[in-house]
C-alpha cells in the first residue's frame, strides 16, 4: 500500500501546479532548512521579480506589505546560490521626537545596535532557523553597517538591504549608492509616513531617490505597495485605514 501524503508534503510546489499562485505564503522547507517564499498579491510578485533582476529596487508604502521580509529573503536566495559573498544591511539611526536616542541604552556596542536590526531578525526568521540566522549575523555573513562607516569603501559581490530610509538624508542616500562595486544591488525600502525627520514630505532621501532615479527602469524597479497589499494581518489594515489621511497628505 502506498504510503499517504502528509500535509506538509501536499504544499510543495511539486504536488500543487501553479503553487506560487496560491496566497499561501511559505511551502515546505528545502534541504538546506531554508523556506521557500512566494508572492501573496501582484506587488510582491513584482517585487520578488526587481530583487532578483535589477540592480537598485525602491520599495515604498505602508507598513505590513512585506517590503523588508522580500528583500532579506531575496539577499539569502542569492547567498545561498554564491551570486554574493555578504549581505549588508543599513537602517538609519535617527532619534524618534520625545524618546531617548541609542547613546541611552545600556550595553555594549551590539546590544545597543541589536533593536535596531530586530527587524532583519524577525524577516530571518520567517523563512531560516534561528541557528542558522544568529550564525550568518555572528559571522557578519549578514552584518549590519552604519551608514557613517560607508565612506570611501566598495562593496563588491554583495546586497545591500536599506530599510527605513524615508529617515535617511539626501546625502546619506546618495553615499549608499555610490558605495555599489561589481555583482552587487541594492534594496531600499520605506515608508514616508513613519518619519522621523524634522522636513516636509517628499524631501527625505527615499522619496528624493525614487523621484530622481525613476526612469531608469533597465537597472532600477520600483514598487509602490499600496493598502490592499497589506499582509501582516487584519488589525494592522484596519489600523493603516483608519489612518489613511496621513498617506493622503503625504506630499503636503
Known amino acids: 500500500m502506498p504510503k499517504a501524503r502528509t ?3 501536499k504544499v510543495t510546489e511539486a504536488s500543487v501546479p501553479g503553487y506560487d499562485e496560491i496566497a499561501y505564503g511559505i511551502p515546505a522547507t528545502r534541504g538546506d532548512g531554508v523556506c521557500s517564499i512566494h508572492p501573496r498579491n501582484e506587488n510582491q510578485r513584482e517585487a520578488l521579480e526587481y530583487l532578483r533582476t535589477k540592480t537598485l529596487t525602491i520599495l515604498t508604502g505602508p507598513p505590513g506589505t512585506a517590503k523588508t521580509l522580500l528583500s532579506v529573503y531575496i539577499a539569502c536566495e542569492k547567498l545561498q546560490k554564491r551570486q554574493i559573498d555578504k549581505i549588508y544591511y543599513i537602517k538609519p539611526i535617527v532619534d ?18 541589536e533593536p535596531h536590526i530586530a527587524s ?3 524577516a530571518l526568521s520567517v523563512f531560516m532557523a534561528k541557528g542558522k540566522a544568529d550564525y550568518l549575523i555572528d559571522k557578519k555573513i549578514i552584518e549590519f553597517l552604519p551608514i557613517e562607516h560607508l565612506r570611501g569603501r ?10 527605513e530610509m524615508q529617515n535617511a538624508k539626501i546625502h546619506s542616500v546618495l553615499t549608499i549608492l ?6 552587487s ?7 514616508v509616513v513613519q518619519r522621523d525627520l524634522a522636513n516636509h514630505f517628499g524631501k527625505d532621501g527615499l522619496s528624493d531617490a525614487a523621484r530622481r532615479l525613476g526612469s531608469d527602469t533597465a537597472n532600477i524597479g520600483h514598487v509602490n505597495f499600496g493598502f490592499d497589499d497589506i499582509v501582516r494581518s487584519e488589525f494592522v489594515r484596519n489600523v493603516i485605514l483608519a ?9 503636503a
Not at 489612518?243 to 493622503?248: G, H
Request: charged share 30%; with cysteine; net charge negative.
Open 120 to 122: 532583519l531578525r524577525d
Open 243 to 251: 489612518y489613511s489621511d496621513l498617506y493622503e497628505s503625504r506630499a
Open 178 to 183: 555610490t558605495r555599489l562595486g561589481d555583482h
Open 96 to 113: 524618534t521626537p520625545g524618546e531617548k536616542g541609542i547613546g541611552y541604552l545600556p550595553g555594549t556596542e551590539s546590544e545597543k545596535l
Open 185 to 191: 544591488s541594492i534594496a531600499m525600502m520605506g515608508d
Open 154 to 163: 566598495s562593496l563588491h559581490r554583495c546586497m545591500i538591504i536599506a530599510d
Open 7 to 9: 500535509r506538509k508534503e
